[in-house]
C-alpha cells in the first residue's frame, strides 16, 4: 500500500453491505433528477416541432414563453432542489452512521500518524468513490425511464404526444444528474467527515466516541419504564443525528404532500368527467327543439354505451328566502339519472349535499356555487308557484369558462322536475358515448339520424383521458420510487445505529436486561425519531402543500380551494410506521441471535 488513500478501495469491499444504502440513495437522486430534466427536455422538442410544423421559423423565447415552456423547466428546477434536499439528507444520515460504526477504525488511523485534515480529505474522496459508481448506475436508468416514458406518452397515449421523440438523449438532463450526484455527495459528506477528525487516538481502544457516557445527564424514568426512557435518551442525546434522523422521515412526507399536489394539478389541467361525450347534438338557436324520439330512436344502437340529453330554460325569474341574493335570475338545466350519477363519480359536490333527494319528481335541486356565492344548502327557492329546497352545492360551475358563478346561480334539476317545472319534453343538447370499437361509419350513422336540423360535434379526438393517466402514472410512479427509497433509508439508517450500539446493548444484556427490554428500548428511539420526523414533515409539508396548490392551481382557477390532504398524510405515515417496524425487527434478530460475550465484542473496523 503506497498511500493511505489506497484504503478506500479496501474499505469500500469490506463494506458492501453497509455501503449498500448510500449507494441506493445516490442513485436514486441521480435518477429522478436525470429523468425530470430529460422529460422536461422531451417536451420543449415535441412543443418545437409542433411550434414548427403551425408558425415555421421560430426562437429559443418562443419556445420557452408557450405554456409548455413555461411549465416544464420551473416545475423540473423545484423538483430539482426538493430532491436535492432530499438526497442530502438520506446520503448524509447514512454516511453518518457509516462513519459512527468505524470509530474505532478513524481512531486507530489518528494512532498510526494521520491528521485530522487527511481524515477529512480520506471521507470525502470514500464518498466521491460512490459517485464513480452509482452516478452512471442513475444517469443509465433515468435515460432509459426517459426512452420508456417518451414509448409510453407516443403509441399508448398519442394524441399531442404522438411528435415526442422516442430515443432522445438529454444533454441537460445528464449533466443536472452528474451535479445533483456531485454536489450532493460532498455536501452530505462534510458533517460525517468532520465528526470522523475529531476522533482521538484514545478512542480506538474505548469505542464509540460518538455514544460515550454523558451521566451528566438524567434520565427520566417518572413517566417511562428504564428500557423506554433509555431509548428516547438514545435518540435524542446526539443532536446531529437527530437531525439527520429526523429529517430522513421529514422529507419524505414533505416529498410526499408536495407531488401529491402535482395529481390535482393535473385533474385541473385536463379535468375528467364521467359524462364527457363523444358526440354533441345542440340545438340550432339553444332552444329545447331537438326531438326527444330521436334519442329513443338511438338507444337499441349497439355502438352506443350511453345516450343521455338535458333540457335548459334561461334567466328565469324566482324568489329567494337568501336576502343576501343579488339577482332573482337564474337558468334551470335538467340532468337525467346518469347524468347525476356522473356528479358523484366525479367528486363535483360541496361536503353536506345529499343529491339522492333530486332524483326522480321532486322539489329539491343542485345549484353551482363558487366563493363568493352567497347561497348555502337548505335555502329556499320558488320557481312559479312551486317551492323548491337547494339539497346540494356543486363546487364550482361547470357551465362557465373559468368555473365561476359571476354571481349568477345556475339549477339543476331531475328531467321530472324539470317538465313539472317548465312544461318542456325536448332536449337543448344530447350527449353520446360511444363504444371502444366504433368507427367512423357508425358515427356516419348517427349524423344521418339527425337529418342536419341539429348541430353535430364530434369530439372523439378532443379527448385528454389517455394524457391525463400518462400524466397521473408518471406522478404516482415517483411517488412509489420515493416511498421506497425512504422506507430502505429509514430501515438502514435504524439498523446502522442500533449496529454502532451493540456493545452498549451488550453490556446491558450482562447486567440482566433481557431481549423484550433491548426491543423496547430500540423500539423507543426508532418511533422518537419518527415522532420528531412526523411533526416537523406534516407541519413543512402541509405550509409547502398548500403554497404549491395556491401557486399551481388556486393562481389559474380561481374557484378551486386547498384541503386538508388526509388521505396522502394517512397512506405515508402508515408506510412511515412499516419502516419503523421492519427496521427494529432485523437488528433485534441479530441481537437475540448472538451470545452476550460476542455482542460486548462486537465492532466494526
Known amino acids: 500500500m503506497k498511500s493511505y488513500l489506497d484504503l478506500i478501495s479496501i474499505s469500500a469491499k469490506m463494506h458492501k453491505r453497509q455501503n449498500r444504502m448510500t449507494l441506493l440513495c445516490i442513485i436514486f437522486a441521480v435518477f429522478l433528477v436525470t429523468a425530470v430534466f430529460s422529460m422536461a427536455e422531451m417536451g420543449i422538442r415535441m412543443e418545437e416541432t409542433r411550434l414548427v410544423s403551425k408558425h415555421g421559423a421560430l426562437k429559443i423565447h418562443d419556445i420557452l414563453g408557450s405554456e409548455m415552456g413555461k411549465t416544464l423547466f420551473p416545475t423540473a428546477i423545484v423538483l430539482f432542489i426538493l430532491i436535492m434536499i432530499a438526497g442530502t439528507l438520506m446520503i448524509s444520515s447514512s454516511i453518518n452512521s457509516n462513519v459512527a460504526q468505524r470509530t474505532k477504525f478513524f481512531g486507530m488511523m489518528r494512532c498510526i500518524g494521520m491528521s485530522k485534515q487527511q481524515i477529512i480529505h480520506f471521507v470525502r474522496l470514500e464518498a466521491l468513490n460512490w459517485c464513480t459508481v452509482a452516478i452512471p448506475i442513475g444517469v443509465l436508468l433515468g435515460i432509459v425511464a426517459t426512452w420508456g416514458l417518451c414509448a409510453i406518452l407516443r403509441f399508448c397515449v398519442g394524441e399531442e404526444f404522438t411528435t415526442i421523440p422516442l430515443f432522445g438523449i438529454s444533454i441537460i438532463g445528464i449533466i443536472s444528474g452528474v451535479v445533483m450526484g456531485t454536489v450532493t455527495v460532498l455536501i452530505a459528506a462534510r458533517t460525517p467527515a468532520k465528526q470522523a477528525a475529531k476522533v482521538s487516538p484514545a478512542t480506538a481502544i474505548s469505542g464509540n466516541s460518538e455514544y460515550k457516557s454523558k451521566a451528566y445527564y438524567e434520565i427520566n424514568t417518572h413517566v417511562f419504564k428504564i428500557e423506554t426512557a433509555l431509548g428516547i435518551h438514545h435518540a435524542v442525546e446526539v443532536k446531529k443525528k437527530l437531525i439527520l434522523m429526523t429529517g430522513s422521515f421529514a422529507i419524505s412526507i414533505i416529498l410526499f404532500l408536495c407531488f401529491s399536489v402535482l395529481i390535482d394539478f393535473v385533474g385541473y389541467l385536463m379535468p375528467q368527467s364521467y359524462s364527457t361525450a363523444d358526440l354533441q347534438i345542440w340545438s340550432i338557436d339553444g332552444s329545447n327543439s331537438i326531438d326527444s324520439e330521436l334519442l329513443d330512436n338511438m338507444n337499441d344502437m349497439q355502438e352506443i354505451k350511453h345516450i343521455f340529453g338535458r333540457r335548459s330554460s334561461f334567466d328565469v325569474l324566482v324568489e329567494m328566502n337568501n336576502e343576501n341574493m343579488s339577482s332573482n335570475v337564474v337558468d334551470i338545466i335538467s340532468y337525467d339519472a346518469f347524468d347525476l350519477d356522473c356528479l358523484t363519480k366525479d367528486n363535483m359536490l360541496k361536503r353536506g349535499s345529499d343529491i339522492s333527494k333530486v332524483y326522480g319528481d ?239 465484542n462486537e465492532h466494526n473496523m
Request: glycine fraction near 6%.
Open 362 to 600: 321532486s322539489n329539491y335541486v343542485l345549484t353551482t356555487w363558487d366563493k363568493d356565492s352567497n347561497w348555502e344548502i337548505g335555502d329556499k327557492i320558488r320557481v312559479g308557484t312551486e317551492k323548491l329546497e337547494i339539497a346540494g352545492l356543486l363546487k364550482c360551475d361547470p357551465f362557465s369558462n373559468d368555473g365561476a358563478t359571476n354571481g349568477k346561480m345556475t339549477i339543476i334539476t331531475s328531467d321530472k322536475t324539470f317538465q313539472r317545472l317548465i312544461g318542456e319534453t325536448n332536449y337543448s343538447l344530447v350527449m353520446i358515448q360511444m363504444e371502444k370499437g366504433a368507427t367512423d361509419e357508425n358515427v356516419e350513422a348517427i349524423r344521418n339520424l339527425t337529418d342536419d336540423k341539429y348541430i353535430f360535434r364530434d369530439q372523439r379526438d378532443q379527448r385528454t383521458s389517455g394524457t391525463y393517466i400518462a400524466f397521473v402514472l408518471c406522478i404516482y410512479a415517483f411517488l412509489i420510487i420515493i416511498t421506497l427509497v425512504a422506507i430502505l433509508n429509514i430501515m438502514n439508517n435504524i439498523s446502522m445505529s442500533v449496529s454502532a450500539r451493540m456493545k452498549q446493548y451488550g453490556a446491558m444484556r450482562a447486567v440482566g436486561m433481557n431481549t423484550h427490554q433491548i426491543a423496547k428500548m430500540i423500539a423507543a428511539e426508532a418511533f422518537t425519531y419518527a415522532l420528531f420526523g412526523c411533526i416537523a414533515g406534516c407541519a413543512i409539508g402541509l405550509c409547502m402543500s398548500k403554497f404549491l396548490y395556491n401557486s399551481l392551481i388556486t393562481s389559474h382557477f380561481s374557484y378551486a380551494t386547498w384541503s386538508f390532504p388526509v388521505l396522502p398524510i394517512i397512506i405515508i405515515l402508515l408506510f412511515l410506521c412499516f419502516a419503523v417496524v421492519a427496521a427494529i425487527y432485523a437488528p433485534l434478530k441479530r441481537i437475540r441471535n448472538m451470545a452476550i460475550i460476542d455482542t460486548i
